[in-house]
Protein backbone atom coordinates (compact mmCIF):
# COMPACT_ATOMS: atom_id res chain seq x y z
CA UNK A 1 0.00 0.00 0.00
CA UNK A 2 1.48 3.73 -1.55
CA UNK A 3 1.74 5.42 1.49
CA UNK A 4 -0.64 9.19 0.50
CA UNK A 5 1.41 12.66 0.48
CA UNK A 6 -1.29 15.71 -0.15
CA UNK A 7 -0.04 18.64 -1.37
CA UNK A 8 -1.06 22.24 -0.17
CA UNK A 9 -0.08 24.95 -2.40
CA UNK A 10 -0.93 26.64 -6.08
CA UNK A 11 -1.21 24.54 -8.68
CA UNK A 12 -3.41 24.10 -11.79
CA UNK A 13 -5.49 26.51 -13.46
CA UNK A 14 -3.76 29.10 -10.67
CA UNK A 15 -0.64 30.00 -12.58
CA UNK A 16 3.08 31.37 -11.80
CA UNK A 17 6.25 29.73 -10.01
CA UNK A 18 4.49 28.46 -7.23
CA UNK A 19 2.09 26.29 -8.92
CA UNK A 20 5.10 25.12 -11.13
CA UNK A 21 7.40 24.18 -8.22
CA UNK A 22 4.23 22.02 -6.38
CA UNK A 23 3.34 20.50 -10.21
CA UNK A 24 7.18 18.86 -10.35
CA UNK A 25 7.04 18.43 -6.82
CA UNK A 26 4.05 15.92 -6.83
CA UNK A 27 5.62 14.28 -10.09
CA UNK A 28 8.84 13.77 -7.45
CA UNK A 29 6.42 12.09 -5.07
CA UNK A 30 4.87 10.03 -7.48
CA UNK A 31 8.80 8.69 -8.83
CA UNK A 32 9.07 8.06 -5.58
CA UNK A 33 6.21 5.72 -5.68
CA UNK A 34 3.75 8.08 -3.12
CA UNK A 35 0.16 8.22 -3.69
CA UNK A 36 0.35 12.33 -4.13
CA UNK A 37 -2.34 14.50 -4.60
CA UNK A 38 -2.34 18.45 -4.57
CA UNK A 39 -5.08 20.39 -3.01
CA UNK A 40 -5.19 23.98 -4.60
CA UNK A 41 -7.20 27.33 -4.04
CA UNK A 42 -11.08 27.54 -6.09
CA UNK A 43 -10.41 30.93 -4.43
CA UNK A 44 -6.06 31.93 -4.24
CA UNK A 45 -6.52 35.78 -3.80
CA UNK A 46 -9.95 37.99 -3.40
CA UNK A 47 -9.44 40.02 -7.40
CA UNK A 48 -8.97 43.26 -4.67
CA UNK A 49 -5.46 41.78 -3.68
CA UNK A 50 -4.29 40.23 -6.52
CA UNK A 51 -1.95 42.78 -8.81
CA UNK A 52 -1.55 41.05 -11.85
CA UNK A 53 -4.07 40.50 -14.36
CA UNK A 54 -5.24 37.19 -14.30
CA UNK A 55 -4.64 34.60 -11.68
CA UNK A 56 -5.39 32.13 -14.05
CA UNK A 57 -3.76 29.86 -16.64
CA UNK A 58 -4.06 29.25 -20.33
CA UNK A 59 -2.17 26.16 -20.49
CA UNK A 60 -4.12 22.59 -19.91
CA UNK A 61 -4.31 20.93 -17.02
CA UNK A 62 -1.51 18.69 -16.49
CA UNK A 63 -2.62 14.78 -17.08
CA UNK A 64 0.18 13.51 -15.13
CA UNK A 65 -0.85 14.42 -11.78
CA UNK A 66 -4.24 14.61 -9.51
CA UNK A 67 -5.06 18.10 -8.54
CA UNK A 68 -8.40 18.64 -6.37
CA UNK A 69 -8.95 22.72 -6.98
CA UNK A 70 -11.03 22.97 -3.30
CA UNK A 71 -9.90 25.45 -0.68
CA UNK A 72 -11.31 28.84 -0.81
CA UNK A 73 -8.74 31.43 1.55
CA UNK A 74 -11.71 33.49 2.74
CA UNK A 75 -14.48 31.04 3.76
CA UNK A 76 -14.13 29.67 7.31
CA UNK A 77 -16.83 27.43 6.29
CA UNK A 78 -14.58 25.89 3.52
CA UNK A 79 -11.59 25.29 6.00
CA UNK A 80 -13.24 23.38 8.41
CA UNK A 81 -14.79 21.23 5.11
CA UNK A 82 -11.28 20.52 3.36
CA UNK A 83 -9.53 20.10 7.28
CA UNK A 84 -12.18 17.37 7.96
CA UNK A 85 -12.20 15.43 4.44
CA UNK A 86 -7.96 15.45 5.01
CA UNK A 87 -8.91 14.16 8.45
CA UNK A 88 -10.72 11.35 7.22
CA UNK A 89 -8.13 10.78 4.44
CA UNK A 90 -5.70 10.51 7.03
CA UNK A 91 -2.80 11.18 4.50
CA UNK A 92 0.81 10.35 6.13
CA UNK A 93 2.35 13.62 5.00
CA UNK A 94 1.15 16.82 4.10
CA UNK A 95 3.37 19.24 2.53
CA UNK A 96 2.11 22.60 2.77
CA UNK A 97 3.56 25.85 1.25
CA UNK A 98 3.59 29.29 2.84
CA UNK A 99 4.91 32.42 1.15
CA UNK A 100 2.14 34.96 2.41
CA UNK A 101 0.75 35.36 5.81
CA UNK A 102 -2.50 36.03 4.28
CA UNK A 103 -2.55 32.93 3.92
CA UNK A 104 -2.13 31.97 7.82
CA UNK A 105 -5.56 31.82 9.07
CA UNK A 106 -6.79 29.71 6.13
CA UNK A 107 -3.92 26.74 6.02
CA UNK A 108 -3.43 27.06 9.76
CA UNK A 109 -7.20 26.07 10.53
CA UNK A 110 -7.31 23.03 7.79
CA UNK A 111 -4.72 21.62 9.42
CA UNK A 112 -5.24 22.12 12.90
CA UNK A 113 -8.24 19.98 11.93
CA UNK A 114 -6.36 17.58 10.05
CA UNK A 115 -4.26 16.90 12.61
CA UNK A 116 -7.12 15.49 14.79
CA UNK A 117 -6.56 11.79 13.73
CA UNK A 118 -3.79 11.56 15.62
CA UNK A 119 -1.54 10.58 12.52
CA UNK A 120 -1.02 12.41 9.92
CA UNK A 121 2.71 14.80 10.04
CA UNK A 122 2.74 18.28 8.44
CA UNK A 123 6.06 19.22 7.06
CA UNK A 124 6.11 23.16 5.57
CA UNK A 125 7.94 24.30 2.55
CA UNK A 126 8.40 27.89 3.72
CA UNK A 127 9.14 30.49 1.05
CA UNK A 128 9.49 33.47 3.18
CA UNK A 129 8.26 33.95 6.56
CA UNK A 130 8.46 37.65 7.16
CA UNK A 131 7.32 39.15 3.76
CA UNK A 132 8.86 41.38 1.70
CA UNK A 133 6.08 43.76 1.73
CA UNK A 134 4.47 44.25 4.97
CA UNK A 135 0.79 44.53 6.18
CA UNK A 136 -1.21 44.41 9.05
CA UNK A 137 -2.09 41.14 10.42
CA UNK A 138 1.05 39.54 9.59
CA UNK A 139 3.04 38.19 12.72
CA UNK A 140 -0.55 37.08 14.17
CA UNK A 141 -1.17 35.40 11.36
CA UNK A 142 2.29 33.65 10.96
CA UNK A 143 1.97 32.61 14.34
CA UNK A 144 -1.26 31.27 14.33
CA UNK A 145 0.07 29.18 11.23
CA UNK A 146 3.67 27.67 12.65
CA UNK A 147 1.43 26.37 15.46
CA UNK A 148 0.06 23.47 12.96
CA UNK A 149 3.43 22.45 11.59
CA UNK A 150 5.76 19.40 12.43
CA UNK A 151 8.67 20.74 10.51
CA UNK A 152 10.17 23.17 8.22
CA UNK A 153 12.06 23.09 5.08
CA UNK A 154 13.25 26.62 3.75
CA UNK A 155 15.42 27.38 0.90
CA UNK A 156 17.58 30.34 2.01
CA UNK A 157 19.62 30.93 5.38
CA UNK A 158 17.35 34.17 5.34
CA UNK A 159 13.96 32.59 5.78
CA UNK A 160 15.77 29.58 8.48
CA UNK A 161 16.67 32.55 10.64
CA UNK A 162 13.43 34.15 10.78
CA UNK A 163 11.98 30.98 10.68
CA UNK A 164 13.73 30.95 14.08
CA UNK A 165 12.37 33.78 15.59
CA UNK A 166 9.20 32.31 15.55
CA UNK A 167 9.82 28.35 16.50
CA UNK A 168 12.44 25.87 17.26
CA UNK A 169 10.84 23.10 15.80
CA UNK A 170 13.03 20.95 13.22
CA UNK A 171 13.98 22.94 9.82
CA UNK A 172 16.23 22.29 7.17
CA UNK A 173 17.79 24.23 4.51
CA UNK A 174 18.53 22.94 1.14
CA UNK A 175 18.82 24.52 -2.16
CA UNK A 176 15.89 25.25 -4.45
CA UNK A 177 15.53 22.42 -6.63
CA UNK A 178 15.95 23.01 -10.56
CA UNK A 179 13.11 23.86 -12.70
CA UNK A 180 13.43 21.15 -15.29
CA UNK A 181 9.37 20.87 -16.39
CA UNK A 182 9.85 24.04 -18.75
CA UNK A 183 11.99 22.11 -21.90
CA UNK A 184 15.69 22.17 -23.22
CA UNK A 185 17.62 24.52 -23.05
CA UNK A 186 17.46 26.08 -27.22
CA UNK A 187 20.44 27.35 -29.53
CA UNK A 188 20.11 31.12 -28.45
CA UNK A 189 19.48 32.15 -32.43
CA UNK A 190 16.78 29.94 -32.81
CA UNK A 191 14.98 30.96 -29.20
CA UNK A 192 15.55 34.88 -30.52
CA UNK A 193 13.99 34.38 -34.00
CA UNK A 194 11.53 33.03 -32.39
CA UNK A 195 11.22 36.02 -30.36
CA UNK A 196 11.57 38.23 -32.76
CA UNK A 197 15.34 39.45 -31.66
CA UNK A 198 18.78 40.38 -33.10
CA UNK A 199 20.77 37.69 -33.55
CA UNK A 200 23.95 39.75 -33.37
CA UNK A 201 22.46 41.77 -30.21
CA UNK A 202 23.68 41.43 -26.32
CA UNK A 203 20.96 40.99 -24.42
CA UNK A 204 20.32 40.28 -20.93
CA UNK A 205 17.61 39.41 -19.43
CA UNK A 206 15.39 40.07 -16.26
CA UNK A 207 12.57 37.86 -15.86
CA UNK A 208 9.68 37.17 -13.64
CA UNK A 209 6.66 39.06 -11.91
CA UNK A 210 7.85 42.75 -11.49
CA UNK A 211 7.64 43.82 -7.64
CA UNK A 212 9.92 46.90 -5.92
CA UNK A 213 11.87 44.23 -4.02
CA UNK A 214 13.14 43.20 -7.49
CA UNK A 215 14.87 46.30 -8.02
CA UNK A 216 14.31 46.77 -11.66
CA UNK A 217 14.27 50.30 -11.72
CA UNK A 218 17.59 50.22 -10.18
CA UNK A 219 18.33 48.18 -13.31
CA UNK A 220 16.91 50.83 -15.64
CA UNK A 221 19.66 53.12 -14.26
CA UNK A 222 22.37 51.01 -15.02
CA UNK A 223 21.32 50.60 -18.86
CA UNK A 224 21.85 54.79 -18.31
CA UNK A 225 25.24 54.28 -17.47
CA UNK A 226 27.76 55.24 -19.89
CA UNK A 227 29.80 52.13 -19.81
CA UNK A 228 26.46 50.01 -20.65
CA UNK A 229 25.19 52.51 -23.24
CA UNK A 230 28.74 52.50 -25.24
CA UNK A 231 28.25 48.25 -24.68
CA UNK A 232 25.62 48.74 -26.59
CA UNK A 233 23.94 46.39 -24.42
CA UNK A 234 20.08 45.53 -24.53
CA UNK A 235 17.81 44.89 -21.47
CA UNK A 236 14.90 42.28 -21.97
CA UNK A 237 12.17 42.81 -19.49
CA UNK A 238 10.35 39.52 -19.30
CA UNK A 239 7.30 39.26 -17.00
CA UNK A 240 3.94 40.99 -15.89
CA UNK A 241 4.25 44.56 -13.53
CA UNK A 242 2.92 43.27 -9.98
CA UNK A 243 2.67 47.04 -9.07
CA UNK A 244 1.76 50.27 -10.95
CA UNK A 245 4.10 50.78 -14.04
CA UNK A 246 3.35 54.35 -14.31
CA UNK A 247 6.81 54.41 -12.12
CA UNK A 248 8.60 52.54 -14.37
CA UNK A 249 7.04 54.19 -17.37
CA UNK A 250 7.99 57.35 -16.33
CA UNK A 251 11.68 56.18 -15.53
CA UNK A 252 12.85 55.31 -18.72
CA UNK A 253 11.01 58.31 -20.16
CA UNK A 254 13.23 60.13 -18.21
CA UNK A 255 16.35 58.16 -18.24
CA UNK A 256 16.18 58.20 -22.75
CA UNK A 257 16.82 54.57 -22.86
CA UNK A 258 13.21 53.28 -24.63
CA UNK A 259 15.91 52.04 -27.64
CA UNK A 260 18.16 50.05 -24.89
CA UNK A 261 15.03 48.25 -23.83
CA UNK A 262 12.63 45.02 -25.93
CA UNK A 263 9.78 45.62 -23.61
CA UNK A 264 7.69 41.80 -22.90
CA UNK A 265 5.48 42.86 -19.89
CA UNK A 266 3.16 40.22 -19.81
CA UNK A 267 2.87 36.98 -18.02
CA UNK A 268 4.90 34.94 -20.04
CA UNK A 269 3.34 31.29 -20.26
CA UNK A 270 5.29 28.13 -19.03
CA UNK A 271 5.15 26.87 -22.76
CA UNK A 272 7.49 29.96 -23.91
CA UNK A 273 9.97 30.26 -21.04
CA UNK A 274 12.41 28.15 -22.74
CA UNK A 275 12.53 30.60 -25.30
CA UNK A 276 13.76 33.75 -23.29
CA UNK A 277 15.86 31.82 -21.28
CA UNK A 278 17.48 30.40 -23.91
CA UNK A 279 17.71 34.20 -25.84
CA UNK A 280 19.64 36.11 -23.26
CA UNK A 281 23.19 36.23 -22.73
CA UNK A 282 22.92 36.87 -19.21
CA UNK A 283 20.38 36.92 -16.52
CA UNK A 284 19.92 40.20 -13.82
CA UNK A 285 18.85 39.86 -10.41
CA UNK A 286 19.53 43.47 -9.05
CA UNK A 287 17.08 42.55 -6.29
CA UNK A 288 17.14 44.80 -3.52
CA UNK A 289 16.30 42.10 -0.90
CA UNK A 290 15.47 38.43 -1.28
CA UNK A 291 15.29 35.13 0.75
CA UNK A 292 15.84 32.93 -2.55
CA UNK A 293 14.81 33.09 -5.98
CA UNK A 294 12.95 31.10 -8.57
CA UNK A 295 14.64 32.75 -11.18
CA UNK A 296 18.11 31.18 -10.12
CA UNK A 297 17.27 27.30 -10.67
CA UNK A 298 15.33 28.62 -13.77
CA UNK A 299 19.22 29.75 -15.02
CA UNK A 300 21.02 27.02 -13.51
CA UNK A 301 18.46 24.49 -15.61
CA UNK A 302 18.73 27.02 -18.99
CA UNK A 303 22.94 27.07 -18.02
CA UNK A 304 22.71 30.93 -18.18
CA UNK A 305 25.64 33.04 -15.66
CA UNK A 306 23.49 35.33 -13.47
CA UNK A 307 24.81 38.83 -11.88
CA UNK A 308 23.01 38.15 -8.39
CA UNK A 309 22.98 41.08 -5.45
CA UNK A 310 25.01 40.86 -2.47
CA UNK A 311 21.34 40.27 -0.52
CA UNK A 312 19.41 37.84 1.58
CA UNK A 313 20.08 34.32 0.13
CA UNK A 314 21.50 34.91 -3.17
CA UNK A 315 25.33 35.00 -3.10
CA UNK A 316 25.21 32.03 -1.34
CA UNK A 317 23.35 30.18 -4.77
CA UNK A 318 25.51 31.78 -7.13
CA UNK A 319 29.17 31.64 -5.97
CA UNK A 320 31.22 34.83 -7.08
CA UNK A 321 33.42 34.42 -10.52
CA UNK A 322 32.06 30.93 -11.13
CA UNK A 323 28.40 30.87 -11.93
CA UNK A 324 28.12 34.37 -12.17
CA UNK A 325 29.09 37.86 -10.55
CA UNK A 326 27.97 39.52 -7.46
CA UNK A 327 27.41 43.00 -7.06
CA UNK A 328 25.97 45.49 -4.38
CA UNK A 329 22.18 46.60 -4.95
CA UNK A 330 23.24 49.46 -6.64
CA UNK A 331 23.43 50.99 -9.68
CA UNK A 332 27.13 51.74 -10.07
CA UNK A 333 28.06 48.25 -9.02
CA UNK A 334 25.68 46.08 -11.25
CA UNK A 335 27.09 48.00 -14.53
CA UNK A 336 31.05 47.33 -13.65
CA UNK A 337 30.03 43.46 -13.02
CA UNK A 338 27.92 43.28 -16.43
CA UNK A 339 30.41 44.85 -18.36
CA UNK A 340 32.85 42.10 -16.75
CA UNK A 341 30.13 39.33 -17.48
CA UNK A 342 31.22 40.19 -21.13
CA UNK A 343 34.41 40.66 -20.41
CA UNK A 344 34.86 36.95 -19.76
CA UNK A 345 32.12 35.94 -21.52
CA UNK A 346 29.45 32.71 -21.15
CA UNK A 347 31.78 29.87 -22.06
CA UNK A 348 33.92 31.08 -19.13
CA UNK A 349 31.11 30.08 -16.95
CA UNK A 350 29.81 27.12 -18.16
CA UNK A 351 32.20 24.14 -16.36
CA UNK A 352 31.29 25.78 -12.87
CA UNK A 353 27.21 26.21 -13.54
CA UNK A 354 27.35 21.99 -15.25
CA UNK A 355 28.93 21.22 -11.82
CA UNK A 356 26.94 23.31 -9.58
CA UNK A 357 23.59 22.67 -10.87
CA UNK A 358 23.79 19.24 -10.00
CA UNK A 359 23.37 19.93 -6.29
CA UNK A 360 20.15 21.01 -7.55
CA UNK A 361 17.60 17.95 -7.05
CA UNK A 362 14.05 17.44 -6.56
CA UNK A 363 15.20 14.09 -4.91
CA UNK A 364 16.91 15.63 -2.32
CA UNK A 365 13.51 18.11 -1.57
CA UNK A 366 11.38 14.68 -0.98
CA UNK A 367 14.18 12.34 0.59
CA UNK A 368 14.13 15.66 3.19
CA UNK A 369 10.95 15.85 3.67
CA UNK A 370 10.49 12.31 4.24
CA UNK A 371 13.60 12.48 7.03
CA UNK A 372 11.92 15.56 8.74
Known sequence: MNQKVIIIGPAHPLRGGLASF???????????????????????????????TTQYSTEPAPTDIKIKVCINSVNPLNWIKVGNELRKIKPN????????????P???????????NKFTKVVCIADNVIPHEKRFGDKPFTQ?????????????????N??????????????????DNFGEALPKNI?????????????????GFIRKYKGLDILLEVMNDERIRNSKIKLLIAGEF??????????????????????RTEFISDSEVAYYLSAA?????????????????????????????NVGGLPDLVPDGKVGLVAEPNANSIAQKIIELYQLGEEYFLPQLREEKKKYSWKILVDTIIEL
Open 22 to 52: DERLAKQFQQQNFDTTIYTFSLQYPDFLFPG
Open 93 to 104: IIVVRYWIPLMG
Open 106 to 116: CLGTILRIAKR
Open 144 to 160: YFIKSIDAFVTMSAKVL
Open 162 to 179: DLKSFSNKPSKQIVHPLY
Open 191 to 207: AREKLGLSVDDKIILFF
Open 242 to 263: YEDRKLYDDLIIELNISSQLIL
Open 281 to 309: DFVIQPYRNATQSGVTPLAYHFEKPMLVT
